[in-house]
């Protein structure tokens, strides 16, 4: 079976879900999943607010062609001034990941490819350590050392810009990456980038976050995977999850226990991009599940 | 705001999702909710599985009335053989609570009420203890005592079917009720009864859960809200949860903990089945979020 | 069987855990509960670090009477210069409630507190609405309203100290009680106020959390209980408690959700306290499980 | 530092906390962690319940030698009937990992021990499966092939049991090991094998938990570590943790939700075993945190 996912987002109006439906239907499409979501609060202001649906349909049968398809959704789109992505599940996102030297990250995430769990493919690992390369190398993925210091940081972004130009990256995933991009860069690569914070954000911003949690004496500590904007840790959180913690628990023990959760939370998170699951709404995602 | 949900549930083929919500546009009505499922599972045996769905509209601007909502809505079953309910969000659906002498699910659901969680109305509480009258009273809910005894169990059942008849219900919500319905009494309100049970079935199904909980040593104790059917806790799942306990905890606290999942758990089953969020389907439900 | 709690806080050193635990076996008490703790990461500035204790201990057939164990207990604190409490298991805390026109913390610790959760006792309730008498007197709890505006702060403050005094308090419980306590009213309650944050800390600490978590898109929301001090929302964390949201979460739904964290975190944090089970080391709690 | 772990399991009596403590205190140890449980529901009866503890000293300066502190154990066990273990933690308990074909949970324990989570080393790697050699090998672990039939499933645990001899194992570790073992292997192993079953025992015992999860259509998945013992899926529960799934998860994806559990209830109840936290008690376990 082949299929292919809408996701649309507009002004809010009557008629939407119905012309969307419609579309898939009238060119014999099943529809698989249907999602919308109305943001009625923004709407409070009188006028409608935004809308946002995701609908997927099998195109075994489909009477339109890909050409066919694209013009269609050209005249929908100018009818209701849709802003949209297209995605045919056939065309596998190309995944980078961005390290440093702490594996678990880069581990869980291959692991997940090597078991089926992702729509799309890792194509490349670039890290500013060389330690990581014997692990590419197990799971058979390109590795790319590309060292960073304070001097040779626009080289290094150059480089790596180029690095994933080479493997037609569609995503960057910063899998415990423990350098800052400049602003060009994450402009760059805008709703592109997805970045793993180990705390709850947004409290314990910045670094040490597992210092700041045993200073503060939290009974609970967390992770954020987010997407990466030029403010650091401020960009829209697409998944979190936390775990209780107590006294008994030194910095060294969060640190342990923080490593779990952001394996599972970038890992999630990973896997609702490229699942096309999520929608940028200002500083916050819509989530479809 | 007024608004109308309709719950459907058909064989699925293509075009359900553009019909319904073409329905909805064609007539004015602006769609606040829509979502829908299909259980490809079992349609892997070639033929298409179900399809569920559930949609909400604006009917402030609707042009059909009532009595034309339900013409067109016949000719649109009809056509697709439907099966489906609608419900309007000013016609609240009226709740009876059983219980016995433990009062917190009880006091849960009605300070929930007085708080406006609720779309529905608790209109009578029963109870085969009298215990129970002052809270009820507290609330200002009417109070009926049926006793409740090996003897006089049909009796009791009549006493408790004419107060429902008399309260025009809609939905019993059994708050921690120690008495088992008869087969009759079940069958007569079918998918309309909501039990808490104090075990995460089908673990510990049966007698004292807490205690079959203590003695098998496990870490996670849980409740479960289901709607009753003839066998005893084997009815379709609406909401779970659970809390992790250890060896230090007794009978006396599982019991205590327990509470607090069970009022949670059952409140959050009664505000499924009041927004219309709930279809079941087999011993399945589907659970619109 | 009547029990006592004694709870020790001195300078790490050898020989503690023998010595409490042979004063109260020299005396012929059986050892219910102990649990101790060392604070190594402190110590690793070379000397030792802090430790705590908790002990309780069966009394039936212990050889010292109350002021026997003081004697004992004074010379055993002079040669380890030990920071204790001693708490009779029979000598209940008792407990004033403050609240403002939120309802469900109130009831939630009146409902435990008859069904038998609390060690301690509610002695009364005082709030700066007249609103919360009713449920005051449902459950047959004295009820004191004492207004509190921008003028008569002063004032209101003698008049719920003068009212704590009456009723012997030993723990005031804030349960969603929307006055700011002055400086002097929180140290002279040192350690004895528990009050309720509807967010996570130190996330969305001071107005309006749920605003605030719902302009920042997080996907979790939490409560925390703390014992109060002068700098708000600062004060040493007790309980921390979370749940799931998604986009669909509006404020309103947001309350809702954490009005049942507020009240189960807050509650949570009253018993360890009541148990004696919390000691506050600088900003942080130790909490013996 | 070097430090060494007592745990004690004797019928209650008065004095006991006192002697172990003074034990170590006179030979001049610090206790680092002490912790006790006493059944008292058990002791309901009235004679006194079981009694359990486990404290961990620095034996930097203890001034016995290890057959001293031997000799003064054997004579404290025999004035109170002890039964105990004695564990140096420069003794690093050596594990096995049985597995068959899927790898999560045996990289999830390969990279732990990389990223020094646990106490004990793994040292050889058994699978009926050719498969998971190149893991092994990546992560420079000795790997046996050990083929399993209904005919030579004698042979095979001969073999088994002779690489476990040669490996001198003390602890072994069933990761996802499809393969049954008999009741003699089990008795030759009691209280040492560690096994992950794939759901929230008792629930869903026996096979293809996540087919009977999803035609039960539970809300709630989860995992059990826990002792082999000669009953299928019947040990001492250890640890267990569960996710919320819905409607929309099939097999597939309970399968790979579950995935998750599983890795994070074997590890954790690896380490608990590893750190000398855990006291089998019947079917139960006492762990102590």
Redesign the interface.
Known sequence: MSSVTLVVRCKDR??????L??F???Y??????????????IAEGGEHGAFFMRIRWDITNFSLDRSGIEAALSVLSQRFDLDYTLSYDDEQPRVALFCSST??CV?DLL?RQ??G?FLGRIVVIISNHEKMR?VAE?FSIPFEHVPVTAENKNEAEERQQAILKEHRVNLVVLARYMQVLSPSFVRSWRGQIINIHHS?????AGARPYHQA???????I?ATAHYVTEELDEG???????AHV???H??ADLV?IG??LER?VLSRAVRLHLERRLVI?G?????F?
């Open positions: 009557t008629g939407l879900v119905a012309a439906s419609d898939v239907f009238r014999d499409g099943n529809v698989l999943e249907a999602d919308q979501y109305s943001d009625t609060e594996p678990h581990y692991l090597e078991m769990e014997e197990h709850f954000l947004p409290a314990f045993r200073m503060r004496g939290v009974k609970i967390g829209p959180i697409i998944e979190q999850d936390v107590s006294h008994h030194g910095v342990r490593r779990d599972q709404d500083n916050r995602t819509i989530v599940r």
